[in-house]
């Protein structure tokens, strides 16, 4: 009975809102990629903590996400916290057999190449995260990076609210003390294969790319990464709570 009771009490001070996590699937080593629910709402949103295994801001901030995550306890979040092992503990972009994860997508401007793989979902761990992704349907997907140079900023794949919400976390996370947060419309360059183009442009799912500054100092990433997630859920939340609009008034 006492067991019972600490199980319930800890259950209860950890905000009871996530689930234990599941395996999704494994990567080419076999390491398991798992995926957490947090939060009971209606919104939906899919966050991946880790795509590329060199670029571990947004990953090592996941800590202070999931604490974040239980303030908002009315959004269903899903979170993978790493969906390349191989490539991070490795510290490569790619996975194992050295094809870049963000690159094996279904998207419609998908072509073959050695870094992209032979042919879309080739590899596991892209094909779990897809198919996960595809059962969840998110209303927003959110993706964690970091880049050498330009960064960092939010680029936007997607309808409405993808460029509205790209504003609201960059202008939260430029609050937090480093003003060079901004939204980058485009990548600038192509991105054939791209999780970005499949998601955002083929199934019109409001996907944000979150680029820290890579090598940056982890604390300023990681406030960054909380205040922004902070503004988007809280965007969403308003959103939801919007009463509806008024009738048109008919003679
Ligand atoms: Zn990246």
Redesign the pocket.
Known sequence: MRVLLAIACLWLLSGCAATRPAEIGRSIHQAPIVAEDHGRGRARVYLIGL??G??PEGYQALDDIRRLLRRHPGIRVRLVPDMNPDGRLAGT?GNARGVDL?RNWPASNFTPHPQRGESPLSEPEARAVHDDLLAFRPDVLI?L???TRGGPFVNFDGPDPAADLARVFADAAGATGDPRWRVVPSMGYPTPGSLGTFAGTDMVIPTL?V?FERGHDPETARQAAVAGIDAVLARLTATRRRPPAPLPFLP
């Open positions: 795509i590329h060199d670029e972009r963000n993706v990076h970091s880049i790319t680029e």
